[in-house]
Every structure is written in structure tokens, then in C-alpha cells.
């Protein structure tokens, strides 16, 4: 009837209306999240730890080492973004921009920084049942395995998509992520929201370098870096690298950087 084809359209455009107005208070809000990042080398005792932060909006994150924030007079008390030092420095920094589908960065090789452009949807995300709360926000597992490592991860629907690190690509934020041997493990110890309109950009901390290698690149520079160094053979001593830290460099059957194979070579010459 007339009637009801009216109250359709009403219905219609409430609905516009209200996704239209979460759109744009959901656009206003910029996230900064405080994690408790650790490396362990047997899945016990603690190798290395750190606190990062991680600042997101709705087009761009920076992920970094809480020791590598600049303090910027300009910015207000509400506003949480900082300005960034240059990349090139031993700062801890990586860049997401959501709008081109990208991530940002550096990894070293022979004490030398190379910086890496990447997709950010890198993973293949099984979502679970399982649930936990994590500072107050209801959070889902979801499992994957990325660059070697197997990782089961806690995400809050709640809020806007992103993670810690490379982690990313759930309908939500990532507040812990573990992988299943140990060796890795992060989670949030604190959340902010900030919803002021003026809100400072991020400014991309890799915005100078000239260089930049997709992930492959960087892997076969990698592994072509390890072989020339594992021939370099002083006091019968063999330097080798590691062909996995957190992400897999050298596949573990790899022909070419068999470390027994290049034993065997330096002793028959």
C-alpha cells in the first residue's frame, strides 16, 4: 500500500542517515595503543622486550618503539599524533596507509637498513568462536600463519580495523597476538581514543628514502647476502645467518643456503 511504501522509504532513509553520521564520527577517531611486545629464543626465558605504540586512524598507523616519539610542542593536549623522525636514523618505525593497501618498513642486511614495501593483506585469517575481554573490549580469536610462524590473535569488532607490527586485515583492532612455539608474543596494556575534529596527519617516516624493495627483493638480497658471508671462512670459523627471526628470510630446505652442504665444502677445500 502507499502507507507502507512510505514508511519503507522512511525506514530507508533513517538508515542512510544513521551510517552516514557513524561514518563520519567514526572518521573523527584516531586510536593510540600502548603493547607489550617480546621475543623469547626457546619459548621460555625472555630475550628481548619492548613497549611500542601504535597511533591509527581511519587512513594511516604508525607502529614504533615508545623510545622513538618526538615530543611536538605544536600539538594540543587532546591530539595523540606525533611528527616523526627521519627514518634513516635507528628508530623503530612501521608506516600503513590504508588508502593505497601499503606498509612500510626496514628490515636490516648486513648491518644495513633496506626498507620494504608491502601489501597489507597478507594474511589468511581463520576467525574462531573462541572470545576473551581485553581492556574491556570483547575480543575473538582468529589463527593464521604468516612468513613462517603460526599465530593466534585477539581482535575487538568494537573498534576499527589494524594491529601491532605487520599484523592486520580482521574486521577489527588486534590487541594480542601470539605465535604457537613461543617465540612471539604482544598484547595491549593500554587504549585511547581521541575524538577532537583538528587532529595533526601522520607524516609517512619513510616520506625521503629513494630506495625500496618489495618483500621477494628483499628476501633473495637477503639470501644472496648470506651465502657471500658463509664464505668468508677465518680460523676454520663458519659465519652463518639466520633464516628465520620473526618472518622466515630463507626457506628452511632452501638448496642453496644448506649450511651441512657448505660445511662439507669448506672441509674438502
Sequence with gaps: SFFNLNLKKMKSSVLLITLFIFQISFAQKTIEIEYQSIIRSDSIHIN?????????????????????LKND????????????KNSSKNNDFLFKDYKKNEMISKDLISFRFKFIKDSINNFNWQIKKDTITIL???CNLAETN???RNYKVWFASDLQAGGPWKLDGLPGMILKADTTDGYYSVEASSLKINTTENINDYGNPFAD???FYSWVEFKNLYKEKAINVSKYNNTNTLITTPKIRLERYIEED??????????TNIRKN
Design 73 to 84: 610542542k605544536e600539538n594540543s593536549e587532546n591530539s595523540i599524533i606525533f611528527k616523526p
Design 209 to 211: 628514502e629513494k630506495e
Design 254 to 263: 632452501d638448496p642453496d643456503y644448506n649450511v651441512k652442504k657448505i660445511i
Design 146 to 148: 604468516f612468513r613462517g
Design 48 to 68: 628481548w622486550q619492548a613497549t611500542y605504540q601504535l597511533q591509527i586512524n581511519t587512513h594511516y598507523s604508525i607502529y614504533f618503539k615508545n623510545t622513538t
Design 136 to 138: 574491556g573490549y570483547k
